[in-house]
């Protein structure tokens, strides 16, 4: 197995909007997966983005608020993957944590 990733949230862009905390990932290889902890207070749904390491991460996957695990799966093992998790709270305010990426 290798090893997890963090990263700790902090207010995205000055707006207020405070992103998921503890984003950990798991790697296995042809999956990723991710747990957070969701903002108390917040009413947002969360928004996963990510894309191959050195490149631009992009939103792929919308889920329901407070949602705290997400698997992804289909990944080249061979390549590494960069994820962040976010909060939104309206189109111009959301709350992203620092990225989590695999280290193959």
Known sequence: MEPTGTASAQPSQNTGAVAPTGVKLQDNR???????????GSEGPVLISG????????????????TTEYVV??????????FTVAV???VDKVGASDPVCTKR
């Open 30 to 40: 042809d999956s990723v997966s991710l747990t957070w902890s969701y903002p108390k």
């Open 51 to 66: 894309g191959r390491s050195g490149q631009e991460r992009r939103a792929f996957q919308q889920l329901p608020a407070g």
């Open 73 to 82: 799966y289909g990944l080249n093992a061979q390549v590494d993957y960069c």
């Open 88 to 90: 939104i709270y309206t």
